[in-house]
């Protein structure tokens, strides 16, 4: 039961590269989300998706654009990579955001951009 | 402006004792409140949660208090155990346009329990 899969672990960019993390959950989970956590700052919402065709913004959502053709996949696209993007990215998804469903976490990518 | 607040970056308990965490917000739209632990290199998983219309869930040895007219929450680990190391997420829900639930997390607390 793999849950929400995230890949890659690790990416180091450069500056004005750009680059998708990949987030895929096999639950037939209808809400999907990226977020960052930086140190001291907590969990910070990138953009979210409460269904395939459907994404919105979240809390931090410059520099990055996300689809959702399919249930099972969410990726986040950096656009143009800048070092404030440096930071531990965390695909999460529900049931549903329209109840309190617990939020599924993947292991994270660590992104450095030099 | 922080709403759900963590205030304690990190705590040190000895093994066998009670471990209680903390966290204060101040949206009273929150209903429902939810603690996530995180283990280094791995995502948060969630532990355990409170409606509103509570003020006390438990489940094992965590147990959530809430006290909506304070605005405050806690989390107590009874015994402590050295496997419960980890990063503590304090996290609040509101409706947000319409049907929707927004989700706040607090910045953590990382608690370490001395063997």
């Known amino acids: 039961n793999a849950g929400v899969t995230q890949t890659p672990k690790f990416q180091v960019l450069k500056t004005g590269q750009s680059m998708t993390l990949q987030c895929a959950q096999d639950?037939?989970?209808?809400?999907m989300s990226w977020y960052r956590q930086d140190p001291g700052m907590g969990l910070r919402l990138i953009h979210y998706s409460v269904g395939a065709g459907i994404t919105d913004q979240g809390e931090v959502p410059n520099g990055y654009n996300v689809s959702r053709s399919t249930t099972e996949d969410f990726p986040l696209r950096l656009l143009s990579a800048a070092p404030s993007q440096t930071s531990v990215y965390f695909c999460a998804s529900s049931y549903s955001n329209r109840d309190n469903s617990p939020l599924h976490f993947g292991n994270g990518t660590r992104l450095t951009v030099t | 402006d922080q709403q759900v607040k963590q205030n304690s970056p990190s705590l040190s308990v000895q093994e066998g004792r009670i471990s209680i965490l903390n966290c204060d917000y101040t949206?009273?739209?929150?209903?429902?409140f939810l603690w996530y632990k995180k283990y280094p290199a791995e995502g948060p998983t969630f532990l355990i949660s409170?409606?509103?219309?509570?003020d006390k869930n438990e489940d094992g040895r965590f147990t959530v208090f809430l006290n909506k007219s304070a605005k405050h929450l806690s989390l107590h680990i009874v015994p402590s155990q050295p496997g419960d190391s980890a990063v503590y997420f304090c996290a609040a829900s509101a409706r947000s346009g319409g049907s929707n639930y927004k989700l706040t997390f607090g910045k953590g607390t990382l608690l370490t329990v001395n063997p």
């Open positions: 409170i409606s509103s219309i509570k």
């Open positions: 949206n009273s739209m929150f209903d429902y």
């Open positions: 639950m037939n989970h209808e809400y």
